[in-house]
């Protein structure tokens, strides 16, 4: 049986209607840049996350750059964050002009390892941006008193987290600014390119307004020097009918998850995902850790079974950061997570029977089911 890793088809078919009369409604009113369907989804997702203000802009990459900026964050400066992540979450600060400054992940959730923050604050740092890895919270209370303690700004990695509680709350509502992506794999993932920055804090929400629109607060007077960062209306339109199902999808991804945890558990050879407390991932991607990760993916592929790395080098080893030194060995969870995660499907549609095939197919692929890759 064929799974693949990820279905959107199956994801859209039911929406399809409400979103086509979504989308003929921006149409209708030629409202392409912004507009109300925008607008509205501001409202909407602000209200989801638990925090005062959202503002839309053109994809989650943008949201942190942004984020950074609205902080005053650049020239000089240092953000802490994890290199066991998306290559964005980095770029964003290196296009602030700030310096990225790397601190690993623990084992458990794989976030930032709060333990290690300490001795990577230096006079330059200005801010903390842990990532929520596969919609997993990062451990924000410590995170967030080492913040007020050395009075440091928190920015969220919440692209991958729509949905998931750290205490009971929403992810992206913690820091002084939650970003988020609405890349169309996203648990809300838009019809194109889409992201936002959520936040309670009028002035980041301002700043933000302004930087997505070259600068201006008013038509062509341009107060600072900003850009092009404007979220699409019709994706506006998108996403306002996708989060109304958002929970939905999330409640079906958490049982998937508990179905793979019952049928992989016992096991030998593969590592499942753990959960810190219940709610506090949104079950985003679910990697498992594997020896020989390559081959077992290849054999999944052989029996069409659709299977991704999230991510296959650490950021601290990508080439385009080699300026800042690094070698293997400098974040030794990051690496070794990066040579053992096999991300195995999982989307809300997902059946029964695609489950165990799954699972059952990784049975029979694991090389060596004694020892288990640390
Ligand atoms: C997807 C993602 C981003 C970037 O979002 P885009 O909308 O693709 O620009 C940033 N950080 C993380 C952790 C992501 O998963």
């Known amino acids: 049986m064929k799974v693949p890793f990820l279905d959107l088809k199956a994801h859209h078919a039911p929406l399809r209607g409400e979103i086509m009369a979504a989308m003929n409604e921006v149409i209708e009113a030629n409202a392409f840049a912004g507009g109300p369907a925008v607008t509205r989804f501001e409202e909407d997702f602000a209200r989801y996350c638990g925090a005062d203000f959202c503002v839309g802009v053109g994809n989650g990459t943008d949201s942190l750059w942004f984020s950074l900026l609205a902080l005053g964050i650049g020239a000089g400066d240092e953000v802490i964050t994890v290199p066991m992540t998306f290559m964005a979450t980095v770029e964003a600060i290196t296009f602030a002009g700030a310096r990225p400054v790397f601190v690993d992940i623990e084992p458990k959730t794989c976030t930032m390892d709060v333990a290690a923050i300490a001795a990577a604050i230096t006079p330059r740092t200005k801010a903390i941006m842990p990532v929520h890895l596969f919609g997993h919270c990062a451990d924000l209370d410590p995170i967030l008193e080492i913040a007020r303690q050395k009075n440091l700004h928190v920015i969220e990695d919440a692209a991958q987290a729509p949905g998931a509680l750290y205490k009971?709350?929403?992810?992206?509502s913690f820091g002084r600014a939650g970003s988020f992506s609405f890349y169309p794999g996203k648990n809300l993932g838009a019809w194109g390119e889409a992201g936002a920055v959520v936040t309670s804090d009028p002035a980041v929400r301002d700043r933000v307004r302004m930087l997505r629109d070259h600068g201006q607060a008013?038509?062509?007077h341009h107060d600072?020097?900003?850009?092009?960062?404007?979220?699409?209306?019709?994706?506006?339109?998108v996403l306002g009918v996708?989060?109304?199902y958002l929970d939905q999808g999330n409640?079906?991804?958490?049982?998937h998850a508990l179905r793979y945890e019952e049928l992989l558990r016992d096991v030998g050879g593969v590592i499942l995902?753990?959960?810190a407390e219940p709610g506090r991932t949104n079950h985003h991607l679910y990697a498992v850790r594997v020896k020989q990760r390559d081959v077992v993916m290849k054999k999944m592929a052989e029996q069409r079974i659709g299977c991704g790395i999230h991510y296959p080098v650490p950021v601290h080893l990508q080439k385009a950061y080699a300026s800042l030194g690094h070698h293997r060995g400098d974040f030794p969870v990051s690496e070794a997570c990066a040579d053992t995660f096999l991300s195995l499907p999982m989307y809300p549609e997902l059946t029964d029977?695609?489950?165990e095939t799954v699972a059952s197919a990784l049975k029979a692929c694991l090389p060596n089911r004694a020892g288990v890759p640390v």
């Not at 409640?251 to 049982?255: L, N």
Request: proline residues 3%.
């Open 242 to 244: 996708k989060l109304k």
């Open 224 to 237: 600072i020097v900003g850009w092009n960062g404007r979220m699409d209306g019709l994706q506006g339109a």
């Open 218 to 220: 008013q038509k062509y």
């Open 168 to 172: 009971g709350r929403k992810a992206g």
């Open 353 to 355: 029977v695609q489950i």
């Open 273 to 275: 995902p753990t959960e």
């Open 251 to 255: 409640r079906q991804r958490r049982r």
